[in-house]
C-alpha cells in the first residue's frame, strides 16, 4: 500500500512525460489522485500505534540493505504536506507555457516520489538514495527552466548540496560498518549503536553538514537566495516547501536519537547559528528591494527559528518544529505565487516600481495580505501556533535566545509589512494600473491555502494529536540513547 | 578455455576473410561468436579448472571478468563498424581487436607469470597497432608512437618484475610464490621487493595510474575514438582485473610493503584525474582524464584487501564500462555530424535530439555516481570496502574527487541546454541499441545491485 504512495508519483512521471500537449492535465489529475490516496492514510492513522503501514524487504540482502518503508505521526504530516503541495503547485503552473511539458511536469512529479520516499525511508540506504533521487528533477528543472544566470547558480546549487550528502554517505557506511553481524542499515540497528562521545562528534558534524546546507541554516545558505530566485515559480516552491523540510526531518529521524552526545557537545553551537540566522536573515530581507529575493531570505529565518526548536530538544520545540515545518511550506509556497503572479503581471519583481494594488486589485490584495500575515505569525493564523510552540521551546532552553529568536516576529512583521505596504498601498503605478482579475485556476490555488492557515490557526488539535505522541516517541528514543551512554 | 579458444578462432577467421573474399560475413561471423564466447563463459560458472600445467585458473573471478570483457567488447562491434574510414583494413581492425580481447582474457585468469607477460603483450600489442589505425592522420600516428615507446618501458619493466621475484621466489607459477611469501621467510628480501614494486610500477602505467598516466590523455586523444573507447573499457578493465589477481592474491602476503604506495597513487590518480578534467575544453580529453580517474577509484579496491573488494571492482568495473561505452558513442555521433569533439559541439544537443541528451544524462550521471544510476552504488561499494579495512582518509580523497568529478561530467550536461548548432544531427538505428542497451543496465543496476553483488 505504502509503497504505491510513494511509486505512482514516478509512475505518473512516466505517463506524463509521453502525454505531450495534454501533460499538464495528466499531471494535476496524477496529483490530485495522489492527494486523495495520502488521505486514505490520513484516516486510517492511529496516532497512538507507532510506526505503521510497515513494509519491510531485503533488497540487497548481502549488504544488509533492506527496503522498509513505514509512516509514524511525523511522517504523515510532511507526506501530507508534500501530496497536498504539489497539485497547488502543479495547478499554479498554469498560467505558464513551458516548453516541452511533459518533461517539465514530468520532473515535478519525479521529484514528488523523491520526497514522499524520503520521508517513509526507515533504512539509511534508502533515505539516502531518495535524498539524492530529489536534487536530480530539481537540478533539471532549475537548469531547464530557470532564468539567465541559471547554468552558473544551478551547477553551484548542486555542487554545495552534493558535498553535504555524500559525506553523509561516508558517515552512514561508518555507522553501518559500526553494527555487530553481518551489518545492517536499519534505522532501529543504528539507534541501538553504542559510540564513543569523540566519534560522535565527528559523525554529527558528518551528518549534520548535509541538514544544514539543505535546511539552510547560516553559513551554509549561500546557495540559497540565488536559486530560489532564479529557479522557475514551480521550482521555488518545491525548494522552498518542501524540500528544505528534508533537512529538519533528516535531523529529527537520522541524527538526533543516532548521536545524542555529538548533539549534546555541538546543539548549543548550532542554537546559537540557528538563532544568528533568524537576526540575520530578517535584516538582509528588510533591506531587498526584490520581492521573491525577500520571500528567500524570509525563509532562511522562519528555517533558522524551525532548527532551533528542534535543537532545543524539549517537547514543545520539536512539536513546535513539526507544525511549523507544514505552516512554513503552506505559506511559503503561497507567498512565492503572489510573487510569481505579480511579475507575471506586472513584469517586476521590485518592490519600488509596484504599489496600490489594494485599488486596482482589491481581491488578490486580501489573499496576499492573509498569506502575508500567517507568515508574520498573527494569532489566529497557522504561522502562530508553530512560532508559539517554537519559542515556547527555544525558552525553556535558554532566555536569552528565546529573546533573540522572538525578533523574528517583530522583524517578520517589519519587512513582510513594510513589502506589503510597497506593493499593495500607495499610489498606483503605471505598471499595477491594469493588473488582471484572479482567474479560476489561479483562485483554486490561493483557496485551500487560505483555508488551512486559518484551519490550523483557529484549531491545530487534530494536526497536534497526530503528531504529539510521534514527538513524544522520538524524545523517549534520544533520551534513551543519552542514558544508556 | 573454449571461450579463448572461440575468441582467438574468429580472430583468425577475421585474418582468413580477407584473402578468401569473405568479408561481408566477418562481422555476422563475430557476433555469433561472441555469443558463443559470452555462454561457454557462463556454462563454466563454478567450476574452477587450471589448464595448462596450472598456467591458467578458470574462476569465477575470471568468468566474471571474462563476461565484462566480452560483453563490453560486443557493445563495440555494434557501434564501431560505421567509424573506421578506411573500408579496406576493417577485417585487420577487427582481428586486432579480437587478439586484445583474447589478451584480456588471459589476464583474468592467469596463473602464471609468464601467462600474465603474454596476456599483456597480446593485448598491447594489438593496441599500439590500433592507435594508429588511421593512417593519415598525424595524431593518430603521434599517439601510436607515444604508446608503443612508453608501453615497451613499461614492458620492461614488467619482466624485470617478474625475473626478481622468480629470483627470489623459484617460481613464475602463482600458487608456489603465494605460499612462499605466506610462509613468512622472504618478507626481508630486497630481490622481492624490488621485483613487485617493478611489477607494481607497469602495472599502474598499463591502467593509467598517476604518476604514470601522461600516455594516456595524449594517446587517447589521438587515437581514432572508436579505438579510444575500446581502450578506456576493455583493455582498462582487463588490466585492472590482473592488478588485483596478482597484488589482492598473491602479493598480499608483502602488503605492508606496497599497501601505503598504492593507498598515495590511488589517491593521487583520483585528484590528478579529476582536477585536470575540469581544465579541459575538448571532450575526448575531458573522457581519458575521467577514465585516469576512474582507474583511481577501482585501485581503491585493490589496497581494500578484502572479501568484498572483488566483488565492488566487478561491479565497478561493469559500471564504468557501460556508461563509458554510452558516452563514447554519444560523442562519435557528435563529432561526427559538427566536426569537432570540443565541448561546444555538444551545444544545442538538448533540442536536436531529446534522445541523445537523455543517454548523456543517465551516462554523466553514472560515470559521476550519482544515484540511481549503477555508477553511484559502484563508488558506494568501493567505498565501503576501502572503510571495512580503515582507509577512511582515503575515502574521502575520493569524494572530494567525485565532488570535482560532477563539475566536468555536468559540464557536458549543461553544455547540451545551452544555444547554438541548429545543423540536423543524422544518426542511424544501431548506436540507438547500444545506447538504450546501456541506459537500461546503468538503471537497472543501480536500483538492483544485488544482481551483481552476490556473484563473487
Known amino acids: 500500500m505504502l509503497s504505491l504512495l510513494i511509486f505512482f508519483p514516478l509512475i505518473a512521471a512516466l505517463v506524463t512525460v509521453f502525454s505531450g500537449e495534454h501533460a499538464k492535465k495528466v499531471a494535476l489529475v496524477a496529483s490530485v489522485a495522489e492527494f486523495a490516496f495520502s488521505l486514505c492514510f490520513f484516516f486510517r492513522f492511529d496516532p497512538a500505534a507507532g510506526i505503521q503501514f510497515v513494509e519491510n524487504y531485503s533488497w540487497i540482502a548481502n549488504l544488509g540493505i533492506s527496503y522498509h518503508i513505514g509512516i509514524d505521526g511525523i511522517t504523515l504530516l510532511l507526506v501530507m504536506l508534500t501530496t497536498f503541495l504539489v497539485p497547488l503547485i502543479i495547478l499554479s503552473s498554469f498560467n505558464h507555457t513551458y516548453k516541452s511539458p511533459g518533461l517539465f511536469y514530468g520532473l515535478i512529479l519525479t521529484m514528488q516520489f523523491a520526497l514522499v520516499g524520503v520521508f517513509c525511508a526507515y533504512d539509511g540506504f534508502l533515505f539516502y538514495v531518495f535524498w539524492e533521487l530529489a536534487l536530480i528533477p530539481i537540478y533539471l528543472i532549475c537548469l531547464m527552466y530557470g532564468g539567465k544566470e541559471r547554468l552558473r547558480i544551478t551547477l553551484k546549487f548542486f555542487i554545495y548540496t552534493l558535498s553535504g550528502s555524500l559525506l553523509m554517505l561516508v558517515t552512514l557506511i561508518y555507522l553501518w560498518l559500526q553494527t555487530p553481524g553481518t551489518h545492517s542499515f536499519d534505522l532501529q540497528a543504528l539507534y541501538a549503536l553504542n559510540l564513543s562521545s569523540g566519534h560522535e562528534s565527528w559523525i554529527f558534524w558528518g551528518m549534520f553538514l548535509a541538514f544544514a546546507i539543505k535546511m539552510p541554516i547560516f553559513p551554509f545558505h549561500t546557495w540559497q537566495p540565488d536559486t530560489y530566485v532564479d529557479a522557475p515559480a514551480p521550482g521555488t516552491m518545491l525548494l522552498s516547501g518542501i524540500m528544505l523540510k528534508m533537512g529538519v526531518f533528516g535531523v529529527m529521524r537520522w541524527l538526533l536519537p543516532i548521536v545524542p552526545a555529538g548533539v549534546a557537545e555541538w546543539g548549543n553551537l548550532v542554537m546559537i547559528l540557528s538563532v544568528i540566522g533568524v537576526v540575520y536573515a530578517s535584516c538582509i530581507a528588510w533591506m531587498q528591494k526584490d520581492f521573491k529575493r525577500l520571500i528567500a531570505y524570509s525563509s532562511i529565518a522562519h528555517v533558522g527559528l524551525i532548527s532551533a526548536g528542534v535543537f532545543s530538544l524539549s517537547f514543545q520545540g520539536l512539536h513546535g518544529s513539526v507544525i511549523q515545518m507544514l505552516c512554513h511550506g503552506i505559506n511559503v509556497v503561497g507567498l512565492f505565487f503572489i510573487a510569481d503572479m505579480i511579475e507575471q503581471r506586472t513584469g517586476t519583481r521590485k518592490m519600488d516600481e509596484l504599489g496600490g494594488l489594494r485599488t486596482s486589485a482589491p481581491i488578490f490584495s486580501t489573499y496576499f495580505m492573509i498569506i502575508m500575515l500567517a507568515s508574520v505569525a498573527l494569532p489566529l493564523t497557522n504561522g502562530f501556533v508553530g512560532e508559539f510552540l517554537l519559542i515556547n521551546g527555544i525558552f525553556q532552553y535558554d532566555q536569552t535566545m528565546a529573546a533573540f529568536a522572538g525578533l523574528t516576529i517583530i522583524l517578520g512583521a517589519v519587512y513582510m509589512l513594510n513589502a506589503y505596504k510597497k506593493i499593495s498601498l500607495g499610489e498606483v503605478s503605471s505598471l499595477t494600473k491594469k493588473f488582471a482579475a484572479l482567474s479560476i485556476t489561479e483562485k483554486a490555488v490561493l483557496i485551500p491555502i487560505v483555508i488551512m492557515i486559518f484551519w490550523i490557526g483557529i484549531y491545530p488539535k487534530p494536526l497536534l494529536d497526530i503528531s504529539g505522541p510521534a514527538v513524544e516517541a522520538l524524545k523517549l528514543s534520544i533520551q534513551t540513547a543519552t542514558t544508556l551512554k | ?456
Open chain 2, 1 to 456: 578455455m573454449n571461450t579463448l579458444l572461440i575468441i582467438a578462432g574468429i580472430g583468425i577467421f577475421g585474418l582468413f576473410s580477407e584473402i578468401f573474399r569473405i568479408k561481408k560475413t566477418l562481422l555476422p561471423v563475430v557476433f555469433l561468436g561472441l555469443a558463443a564466447a559470452l555462454v561457454t563463459t557462463i556454462l563454466d560458472w563454478n567450476t574452477n579448472v587450471t589448464y595448462f600445467n596450472n598456467m591458467m585458473q578458470v574462476d569465477n573471478f575470471s568468468l566474471a571478468f571474462t563476461a565484462v570483457l566480452i560483453g563490453i567488447t560486443f557493445l563495440w562491434f555494434i557501434v564501431s563498424p560505421g567509424f573506421f574510414l578506411d573500408e579496406t583494413s576493417k577485417s585487420d581492425h577487427f582481428t586486432l581487436i579480437l587478439f586484445a580481447l583474447t589478451g584480456g582474457v588471459l589476464l583474468t585468469s592467469f596463473n602464471n607469470m609468464i601467462m600474465l607477460f603474454l596476456g599483456i603483450e597480446i593485448l598491447s600489442i594489438s593496441m599500439y597497432i590500433l592507435a594508429g589505425s588511421n593512417k593519415k592522420s598525424l595524431a593518430s600516428n603521434e599517439s601510436a608512437f607515444k604508446y608503443f615507446l612508453m608501453g615497451s618501458f613499461a614492458t620492461g619493466f614488467l619482466l624485470f618484475g617478474i625475473t626478481l621475484v622468480y629470483g627470489a621466489t623459484g617460481s613464475f607459477d602463482l600458487d608456489v610464490i603465494t605460499t612462499q611469501i605466506s610462509a613468512g621467510n622472504l618478507n626481508s628480501s630486497i630481490m622481492l621487493l624490488m621485483g613487485i614494486l617493478l611489477i607494481m610500477i607497469a602495472m599502474v602505467f598499463k591502467v593509467s595510474a598517476a604518476p604514470f598516466h601522461f600516455w594516456a590523455p595524449d594517446v587517447y586523444q589521438g587515437a581514432p575514438t572508436v579505438i579510444t573507447a575500446f581502450m578506456s573499457t576493455v583493455v582498462k578493465t582487463a588490466a585492472l582485473a590482473a592488478f588485483f589477481r596478482l597484488f589482492a592474491h598473491t602479493f598480499t602476503g608483502m602488503a605492508d610493503v606496497w599497501r601505503t604506495i598504492l593507498v598515495v597513487i590511488s589517491a593521487t590518480t583520483i585528484l590528478i584525474g579529476n582536477i585536470t578534467a575540469v581544465y579541459q575544453t575538448n571532450v575526448k580529453r575531458m573522457l581519458a582524464y575521467s577514465s585516469i580517474a576512474h582507474a583511481g577509484y577501482m585501485i581503491m579496491a585493490i589496497v581494500a584487501l578484502n572479501t568484498a573488494a572483488s566483488s565492488a571492482l566487478l561491479f565497478y568495473a561493469i559500471a564504468y564500462s557501460i556508461s563509458s561505452i554510452a558516452s563514447f558513442t554519444i560523442l562519435l555521433m557528435v563529432s561526427n555530424s559538427t566536426g569537432n569533439d570540443s565541448i561546444g559541439s555538444f551545444h544545442g544537443l538538448a533540442k536536436k535530439s531529446p534522445f541523445l541528451a537523455v543517454m548523456t544524462i543517465i551516462s554523466m550521471l553514472s560515470l559521476a555516481g550519482i544515484p540511481p544510476t549503477a555508477g553511484f552504488f559502484a563508488k558506494y561499494y568501493i567505498f565501503v570496502a576501502a572503510m571495512e579495512n580503515y582507509l577512511t582518509p582515503l575515502v574521502l580523497i575520493a569524494i572530494i574527487g567525485s565532488l570535482i568529478g560532477v563539475y566536468f561530467y555536468f559540464k557536458i550536461i549543461i553544455a547540451m541546454f545551452r544555444e547554438g548548432n541548429e545543423k540536423e544531427m543524422q544518426f542511424s538505428g544501431t548506436y540507438k541499441i547500444v545506447l538504450v542497451i546501456a541506459g537500461i543496465l546503468a538503471v537497472a543496476l543501480g536500483v538492483f545491485p544485488g544482481l551483481i553483488t552476490g556473484l563473487l
